[in-house]
């Protein structure tokens, strides 16, 4: 039976607000404002930081340099990117509002510890992973491989590489027909952030990261689900390792 308004008038479906949104499509530009909000409120770019080239986001970001630019105008309106003639834009401000990752606001993991999140990674990212293997397409396949090309040419540069690592790991979790396990995956990604940036950092950081980011997908190629799933622990335990001993450094010996 068709859905009822109180008054025995039917409903439109686009009047309910979850198929509104899947069915009204939202600009481009501001799909990477958001974008770029996040990556302020996750803590991966911080005040003063200037941002990667258009050029740079755009491959990152798997967008055209217009759409980019039409992202970074937005976030300017709001005084959250500082536009400068002849110099590199740069954040102005971290507060950019509620900001939704997966299905939780940024930095909302961040409330829980480590050793939690850690498991709850190992536990759902193992699935959602092989999920993927299983029914991974070429389209995604060939947006990995060009999220590991713009990795390469970032060796030296941790903010571009830590760009394009989240796009990298969020294209793998979106490939998982699980949506809701794919956005849970997701918020887990976030956690701690600013851990992560100061990690890869590390002299050989990148590289080790860009090595397992390259084991993952030869696995998700191969559509073999208990490699890519175990390629994926290995990386994930790399996180949990580098993030565990800064957070210690910070409070406590380094183990």
Do not use: C, W
């Not at 009822?4 to 686009?14: M, N």
């Not at 309106?77 to 940024?106: C, K, M, N, W, Y």
């Amino acid at each position: 039976m068709p859905l009822q308004r109180k008054s025995g008038d039917t409903a439109h479906l686009t009047e309910l607000p979850t198929l509104r949104e899947a069915i009204v499509k939202r600009p481009i530009t501001n799909v990477i404002a958001d974008k770029l909000a996040g990556l302020i409120a996750s803590g991966i770019l911080q005040v003063g930081d200037p941002l990667p080239s258009e050029r740079e986001l755009s491959v990152a970001l798997n967008v055209s340099r217009d759409a980019v630019r039409g992202g970074i105008q937005i976030l300017a309106a709001q005084g959250i990117l500082e536009i400068s003639q002849g110099a590199r834009t740069r954040v102005r401000r971290s507060d950019v509002g509620p900001v939704t990752v997966g299905f939780a606001t940024a930095r909302a993991v961040d409330a829980y510890n480590l050793d939690s999140v850690h498991a709850a990674r190992l536990l759902v990212e193992r699935q959602v992973v092989a999920d993927a293997a299983i029914g991974i397409d070429a389209r995604r396949i060939a947006q990995l491989e060009a999220l590991l090309a713009s990795q390469k040419n970032a060796l030296d540069d941790p903010v571009r590489f830590l760009i394009s690592d989240r796009e990298f790991h969020v294209a793998i979790y979106q490939a998982s027909p699980n949506r809701l396990l794919a956005d849970f995956s997701t918020d887990l990604y976030a956690y701690m952030m600013e851990y992560r940036r100061e990690a890869v950092g590390r002299p050989g950081a990148i590289a080790t990261s860009y090595a397992d980011h390259v084991a993952i997908v030869e696995a998700l190629k191969a559509r073999d689900p208990v490699a890519a799933a175990e390629a994926f622990a290995v990386h994930t335990g790399r996180i949990y390792a580098t993030t565990q001993l800064l957070m210690q450094g910070e409070s406590g010996p380094s183990a």
